[in-house]
């Protein structure tokens, strides 16, 4: 089957786990910007295999089904109906064949996914479905989604829980989106980067303390930090070195970008900081305008508390799919 | 030989640095350290650039409080056992059709050089490139081994496109756009081959450490080789 696009949104693209270990050849990994909400979407669809979703931004599209389909929303808050119904998030819906689905604003946050059973089946590319929008590769060279386009949904069974119908169903539960979805815009938890010593005191200082803003220039390749400018204590020439997202990095313009998902694979700025991973999804949630602090963490506690993240995660999956056998 | 540094970057990767300097020779070590850690490593990840390589590795397989320790030491004890290999470097031959439409930029640089164009194009044919590291876009070679006396300043205004196949001159470095890009290099010539095709078993036509020489072609044969490298 196939879901049409009727209206593109903001900036909506496929998404998966990305391309991770081609960066030899000059390829970042994409991927979605927040891992787990996109893997939480799968999860409640029943998909197990890194299928791709849509990256919704800001605004998401409107999206017509030809047939029954079962699809969850996650990640940013974001509004979305059929017909009258509303449609929650965090849950698992049945839309029945024929159903418009419009996606409407975000309430907080920057990006939603939306996963379909079965997935977008586009052809994947280095084993992967991701669009990277700045490398122009994935569906259609890369390019966001358009009006007109004709999404593949991969063949899936029927789950034994499976909703039925010719009416939107929904599951009788859902899951807390408080530990997923950061609504009070804690600080970030930042990694000193190689460079930190050249920064100024002053520099050091904001950068660990002050409040930034987020541009209105940030993408999926970078967030560009506004509120504040940092001075190193002397120019520094550097030769390229790989790069990583999560990196910040200080142009001479004095303006701190945090690389992302589309990061570039070398780069030649200073490094002065490293999000840690666990925080990387926090940071792409920020919507233009949102604020951005970091505090100090160390590399111990910054492995600890990812792996605390991914035990999380990895139990909550577990607890999805059974209950989608069960319930 | 001087020593290693390593330098943890984030949670899953850990920098090694040979030195910091843009060097052919050092490039050369990166590249050597490169294919030993590929083989005895292979659960790591490695990206070389000019002088050092970044490790990433997936914290599954290194369980325990300090995995950068852990990969530091299999990586130099994986250094150290390698006997000094030269890894055996691939060689390409590229061609390029050199000014006109395809260089705008030969005459401008033949003049910062104080050559003529032919000059350009003789020493940029006759010298032994190596590809230090891709980045910038998908199979973008960064090369080393230009002729200094070709070297020249990036432009002040860059492209907003730069034709797929351009070659071009950047400081003391030379390099080939694989697609459409934006760019601050001067362009001096095209080559017709295809340098990425991302549906392809084997993506970039470069791979970092190969050997690169370019020979000049007039524009009959650029159409006929474009014709049979359909972008």
């Known amino acids: 089957m196939n879901v049409t696009v009727i209206k593109p949104g903001l900036l909506s693209s496929l998404q998966d786990a990305g391309r991770p270990g081609h ?23 029943g998909n197990t295999r890194g299928e791709a979703a849509i990256e919704c931004t800001l605004i998401g599209p409107s999206l017509r089904f030809e047939q029954a389909a079962m699809i969850a929303l996650t990640g940013a808050t974001i509004t979305a109906r059929v017909g009258e119904h509303d449609v929650p998030m965090w849950t698992t819906c049945h839309l029945p064949a024929g159903s418009v689905l419009h996606l409407g604003g975000m309430a907080s946050g920057c990006r939603s996914y939306l996963a379909v059973r079965g997935g977008f ?55 807390d989106p408080q530990p997923w979805f950061d609504f009070a815009q804690r600080p970030l938890a930042l990694l000193r980067g190689s460079h930190w010593p050249q ?7 904001l950068l660990l303390g002050g409040k930034f803003y987020l541009s209105k220039d940030s993408n999926r390749t970078a967030s560009r930090l506004d509120g504040h400018t940092l001075q190193l204590r002397a120019p520094l020439e550097l030769i390229s070195e790989a790069a990583l997202p999560g990196t910040v990095q200080l142009p001479p313009s004095g303006q701190p970008i945090a690389l992302l998902a589309e990061a570039p694979v070398t780069g030649g700025y200073p490094r002065i900081g490293q999000v840690a991973m666990v925080d990387l999804p926090r940071l792409a949630q920020r919507r233009p305008g949102d604020t951005v602090c970091f505090h100090e963490t160390t590399l111990d506690e910054a492995l600890t508390r990812l792996a605390a993240h991914r035990q999380r995660l990895a139990r909550l999956l577990g607890t999805i799919a059974q209950r989608l056998e069960c319930t | 030989m001087p020593a290693i540094q390593f330098e943890a970057l984030a949670e899953d990767a850990l920098l090694l640095r040979f030195g910091e300097r843009i060097d052919i020779e050092l490039n050369a070590r990166v590249q050597a350290a490169t294919a030993c850690l590929r083989q005895r490593l292979p659960q790591v990840g490695c990206i070389p650039a000019y002088a050092s390589v970044l490790l990433r590795f997936n914290l599954r397989h290194w369980p325990g409080a300090d995995p950068h320790q852990q990969v530091q030491a299999a990586a130099s004890a994986a250094l ?60 973008f070679p960064y090369l080393l081994g230009l002729d200094p006396q070709l070297a020249v300043p990036r432009r002040t205004d860059p492209r907003q496109r730069v034709p797929a196949g351009s070659v071009a001159i950047g400081g003391s470095q030379t390099g080939i756009y694989p697609e459409a890009l934006p760019g601050g290099w001067q362009l001096i010539g095209r080559t017709p081959l295809r340098l990425f095709d991302i549906a392809a078993n084997r993506p970039s036509r470069f791979i970092p450490g190969d050997r690169v020489r370019f020979q000049a072609i007039d524009q009959d044969q650029f159409r006929k080789l474009a014709a049979t490298h359909p972008a």
């Open chain 1, 199 to 205: 920064l100024d005191a002053a520099s050091q200082q």
């Open chain 1, 23 to 45: 960066a030899a050849l000059g390829v970042g990994r994409a991927g979605a910007m927040d891992p787990p909400a996109w893997q939480l979407a799968n999860a409640l669809v």
């Open chain 2, 80 to 139: 150290n056992e390698a006997a000094a290999t030269t890894a055996t470097a691939r060689e390409l031959v590229i061609p390029v059709c050199y000014g006109g439409e395809y260089g705008p930029d030969l005459a401008e640089v033949a003049a910062l050089c104080r050559l003529d164009a032919d000059s350009v194009i003789a020493r940029h044919t006759a010298a032994d490139y190596r590809v230090a590291m891709l980045g910038f876009a998908p199979g």
């Open chain 1, 121 to 175: 089946d586009v052809p994947p590319l280095l084993g992967s479905r991701s669009s990277d929008l700045h490398a122009q590769i994935g569906y259609a060279h890369g390019r966001p989604l358009r009006a007109g386009d004709l999404l593949p949904v991969g063949a899936a069974p029927a789950l034994p829980s499976s909703l039925a119908g010719d009416e939107v169903r929904l599951l009788g539960w859902s899951l």
